[in-house]
């Protein structure tokens, strides 16, 4: 299902905001708690009977997003926890059994809507609650033996619930645009147990139906049936291959959910630089809010948010609709391309000169982006021709330039002395 048409917004979108809010939220130490800490579902209860984001405003999370330059938003339907932002059918271990009282989920997708981002759904295939999920090395429960004598596996029962629920997701909630599956580990072998993958999850019948109730939805690559969207997490690829579609994800702290005393943020600097890179490799850059249990963004997260969508008001040209360019650009810089237009963003900001190899002769007109302003630029086509230089200082360095440079074909732009403060500056280039 992945033509060019549905390929089209995914493509040129580029930046999406992933939320991670659960039961979670409340113990406020990362979302895999309940397997990290071997928690039962008995004593995980606390986290059910105290779940109430009375501060979230679903509307304020939309206008944020929006105002930050996100273009798609990722939300967490379901996680390994099995608790569900919805109102689901299928079982009472639903956000509107808690003190919340409402369906979440729904509010979120007609707030995001509303303001004009594209809905992605998550879906966790684990399932740590529902008492049919078959005990493997990711489960709370794989070191009690008791449990395991008595529990009642069936597998097939749990892909009838899954199927149950996608079906409700994606007709009761209007047009969903993108739905992200976690994850398959078929190949993981504890000894004891074994991992899970598509024939666990009854991928292609699920992969089957989703099709018929939303035939113009995009699908990741985790169901394992090695097709869909590519999503390395935490790490980007080295290199995209030319029309694949991928992105990664990543988290702002070390966690994607709440994690009250985890204060390893990335900076704004970095968040910006992590999606230029991604970009110029062909991919989307997806980043990760974890919400209070109180249904708030903590400060930090909305701080380095708010810079790197600063940083998109003024330089979004450089990302929205761009990809890989196929010029190798200059050390400690990285190059994306739209049509006509190349952009130089400069990681580290070098002393007066910056050398582009193989443009000589290409480039028209060079700007620094964030203000609009001329960069000035020669080659040995247009020294002392049709763009003479008329500071002599200028062209007394363009001119050993071009006599020593082992490749005459490269560009010389010439960039002020003080960088302009942007978290990364960027050059457009416009091509002949």
């Known amino acids: 299902m992945e033509d060019a048409t549905l390929k089209e917004w995914f493509t040129d979108d580029k930046y999406g905001l992933f939320i991670h809010l659960g039961l979670y939220s409340v113990a406020a130490r990362h979302e895999w708690v309940q397997t990290l800490e071997e928690i039962n579902s008995n004593d995980y209860q606390k986290y059910f009977d105290n779940f109430n984001p009375d501060l979230l405003n679903p509307y304020e999370w939309a206008k944020d997003a929006k105002r930050n330059g996100f273009k798609y938003v990722i939300i ?7 608790f569900c932002l919805w109102d689901t059918q299928y079982t009472d271990f639903k956000v509107t059994n808690t003190s919340a009282g409402k369906d979440i989920l729904k509010e979120l997708i007609d707030a995001f809507r509303k303001e004009g981002l594209r809905i992605g759904l998550y879906y966790s295939l684990l399932d740590w609650h529902h008492p049919n999920f078959k005990v493997d090395g990711y489960h709370p429960m794989r070191n009690n033996d008791k449990y395991i004598e008595i529990y009642h596996e069936d597998m097939g029962s749990y892909r009838k619930y899954m199927i149950n629920q996608i079906t409700e997701l994606l007709t009761n909630y209007g047009k969903i645009d993108y739905l992200w ?11 004891k147990f074994v991992g899970k993958g598509s024939e666990d999850w009854g991928s292609e019948e699920l992969e089957k139906i989703i099709y018929e109730l939303q035939p113009d939805i995009l699908l990741n690559d985790r169901l394992g049936l090695s097709r869909g969207v590519k999503t ?3 790490f980007s690829r080295s290199k995209g291959m030319k029309g694949e579609l991928w992105e990664t994800v990543q988290t702002l702290n070390n966690s994607w959910g709440y994690d009250r005393d985890n204060n390893n943020f990335k900076s704004s600097e970095l968040v910006v630089k992590q999606l230029i890179d991604t970009v110029s490799k062909g991919g989307n850059f997806t980043i990760n809010v974890g919400p209070t249990a109180r249904g708030e963004w903590d400060d930090q997260s909305k701080k380095i948010l708010q810079e790197v969508g600063a940083w998109l008001s003024k330089n979004g040209q450089s990302i929205y609709g761009a ?3 196929d010029f190798d650009a200059p050390n400690n810089c990285c190059y994306t391309q739209k049509g006509k237009k190349i952009y130089l963003h400069i990681f580290s900001w070098p002393y ?6 193989n443009l000589g002769n290409k480039v028209a007109f060079a700007r620094l982006l964030s203000d609009g302003s001329e960069i000035r630029f020669v080659d040995k086509k247009n020294i002392g021709g049709e763009r003479e230089a008329t500071d002599n200082l200028y062209k007394e360095v363009a001119e050993v330039h071009i006599k020593e440079a082992i490749d005459p074909s490269t560009l010389l732009l010439n960039i002020p002395i003080r960088p302009p403060k942007d978290l990364v500056p960027v050059i457009e280039l416009t091509l002949k």
Not at 181 to 191: A, P, V
Not at 352 to 357: A, D, E, S, Y
């Open 352 to 357: 007066r000169t910056i050398v582009l190899p």
């Open 76 to 82: 967490t339907a379901k996680h390994h926890e099995g």
């Open 181 to 191: 599956f976690d994850f398959s580990y078929e190949s993981r072998n504890w000894g």
């Open 323 to 325: 990809t890989s360019c």
């Open 232 to 234: 390395p997490e935490q």
